[in-house]
């Protein structure tokens, strides 16, 4: 029997912790095919921080560290920087990513620091219940803006793919999403892609990847796929906004 | 012929796949699995064109798409 | 080869890490421990080491985290308030077990203080600012080359209890400049068992340190080797106790003074004596056993306002027995100050 589509190797085959429906699952196969295409898991040290993110360290089948909240682009600062030629990710959350951690992963892209962040923008705090965050719509109803949420009190949604393209240690700043399967295919090449750029030691690579929250969200998988599609793509452009 | 490998276990029953299969042939299957989750399962293996977005849409990872003879 | 200088304490303890083998520091400017970083980014790439100058001691700390959990020996450095941002980072780093070496030249505080001599972040480095109830051991050293001594043993400590450790000095031992003697250095050890190397050969390694409902097992075998480090690295210097009725104590700088003031204490005939902690935690309460039982006082001496002193009072066990001088407006105290203090209790023994 020849494969058309197995479990990759860089993940381990246990029941995940998401809820039904959930982006990271996906995310996280394409992060772990990625690493088996590059044939690199030996030689990969992962960075998580807090959120339902943090638990990827159990089920990616390599190295990883778990670091506090938002900390994700000092630690693999760190990592890579005591390990140069090894493959060093971040996996973190828009609120991890982009509220308390908004610092670290600037100075990080100023530094051209060679380690790849993948963050996943379901436009809310969902391990602690569906708080708003920085990517928040306008409008969206979260625990935190229960009247929506008001752009002139609280300011409008983060677009940091966007924010860093400039920089000129940024080699890749890219946007994905995995609300469609052919979205789906073009996400796990960019992150293929940001890896190949870490590999040739570029500097520093982002993907944001749009990714539904059912539970947060309030709405069931296939529902929630569909507003990701409708709302957060309208607000997110999709594409790549640094190249190097 | 494809076959169309889904881990009762590790489906949440979530029904993406049902949703993107574009022939139509997955489906929630009867019972549920020991965490409460009612799993999908291909109803026409036969039928499977091998385009994988059923496994590729699948957060759990949960289906694996071999072919026989290959 | 071993090196004899003429150095400024914070640049010996930069020149005792690179000697123990560092080979990754992280750092924020901050007065007075600067100097630490500014030697270091010109000296560390000498022995093919990483230095980098982070955007806050937040990001400081947890480059020391990630550089750490790769099995490299890594430091940082900071004062007062930058050890409150870092506190976050060490209970994560207590919490997960990773050995890291700290060093704290303290300033004024509360607030942004001042620069100021004092000793006012006892509580912070030995009580543990971070949250969680972790422990570290604490070296409090009182001149030039006890920092260096101690700095270089840090490490040591660190590996052999996979802990952070903390040496803490005040400014004016930071930045005075004294005759120092460096050992041979010794070169990096390869990475331990548990570091993040990649998983080749091996299961994966993880880091971490939420558990869940799982967590106590896990503050159970921290709390394990808390009690380990307690029975064997307590450690303290001390003179002319065997017959004194007063027994000075102070750490640091304030241990210095305070040799100097038992000596003139005896030259006027009373019977004094000295307990320098060299570890502020675990805090040396062997070293008061001897006097248990018997009738002495003990006067501590700090540069803040009374937080060793609680640990003399828990060492000695009646707070009767135990009095507190402060130097007041925060300056080093003086020995006729302490002096005066001595007479006076002396006076109250007697009568």
Known sequence: MRALFKYPDSLVRISSPFCPGCGHGIIHRLVAQAIDDLKIREKTVGVVGVGCSSQSWNLFNFDFLAVPHGRPGAAATGVKRSLPDHLVFTYQGDGDAYAIGIAELMHAAIRGENFTVIVVNNTMFAMTGGQMAPTTLAGQVTSTSPSGRDPRATGTPVHFPELIANIPGVAYSARVAVDSVPNIRKAGQAIAKAFRKQNDKAGFSLVEVLAPCPTGLNLKPAEAMAWVAEHLEAEFPLGEFADR | MNKVMIDRELCKGCGLCVRVCPKGLLAFAAGFNSKGYQPAQCTDEAQCIGCTMCAQTCPDVAIEIYVEGG | ?351
């Open chain 3, 1 to 351: 080869m071993a090196f004899e200088g003429f150095m400024k304490g914070n640049e010996a303890a930069a020149e005792a890490a690179v000697r123990a083998g560092c080979r990754c520091y992280f750092f924020y400017p901050l007065t007075p421990q600067s100097e630490i970083g500014e030697y270091l980014v010109t000296r560390m790439p000498e022995v093919g080491g990483v230095v980098l100058q982070a955007e806050s001691e937040v990001a400081a700390i947890n480059m020391v985290f990630g550089a750490a959990a790769t099995g490299k020996r890594t430091m940082t450095s900071s004062s007062g308030c930058g050890i409150s941002l870092m506190s976050e980072g060490l209970s994560y780093i207590a919490a997960a077990e990773v050995p890291v070496v700290i060093v704290d030249v303290m300033r004024g505080g509360p607030g942004l203080g001042s620069l100021l001599p004092t000793q006012a972040d006892y509580y912070q480095v030995v009580k543990g600012g971070g949250h969680g109830g972790y422990r570290m051991p604490v070296f409090g050293s009182a001149d030039v080359q006890e920092l260096a001594d101690n700095v270089f043993e840090a490490f040591d400590v660190a590996e052999k209890y996979r802990t952070p450790v903390a040496v803490l000095i005040d400014p004016i031992t930071g930045q005075m400049m004294e005759a120092v003697e460096f050992p041979a250095p010794v070169p990096p050890k390869a990475p331990p068992a548990w570091a993040l190397t990649g998983c080749a050969g091996r299961k994966k390694n993880v880091i971490r340190t939420g558990y869940g409902p799982n967590l106590p097992p896990h503050t159970e075998a921290l709390y394990q080797k808390y009690g380990r480090m307690k029975d064997e690295l307590q450690r303290w210097e001390e003179h002319e106790t065997a017959d004194a009725d007063i027994i000075l104590v102070g750490f640091g700088i304030v241990g210095r003074i305070l040799k100097t003031v038992t000596a003139e204490a005896r030259a006027r005939g009373l019977k004094v004596g000295l307990i320098r902690p060299i570890t502020m935690w675990p805090f040396p309460e062997r070293g008061f056993a001897a006097a248990s039982g018997k009738d002495v006082d003990f006067l501590t001496v700090e540069m803040n306002d009374g937080q060793m002193y609680e640990d003399v009072i828990v060492a000695v066990g009646d707070r009767r027995k135990v009095h507190f001088l402060r130097s007041y407006g925060a300056l080093v105290p003086k020995t006729d100050e302490i002096l005066a203090k001595i007479e006076e209790l002396a006076g109250r023994k007697r009568s």
